[in-house]
């Protein structure tokens, strides 16, 4: 799965740490996430996206190869 989850940050200037506080996860969480480490939960992502004021698509898409999962 890819994201963007690294350019919504940087477009309200918002740090890893400071993403994490709001969504209560820590900061290598959000790092992982933003490398394509980890998948994020359905809430997550809802968290996540609510910060910003966007939908989860916005920031969140499925790739080819993860439908083969």
Sequence with gaps: MK???????AKV???Q?????RVNVSRQTINSIELGKYMPSTLLALKIAAIFSVG?????ALEPEDWKS
């Design 3 to 9: 994201n963007t989850l690294k350019v919504e940050r």
């Design 13 to 15: 200037n918002l740090t």
């Design 17 to 21: 740490a400071d993403l994490a506080e």
């Design 56 to 60: 989860v698509n916005d920031i969140f």
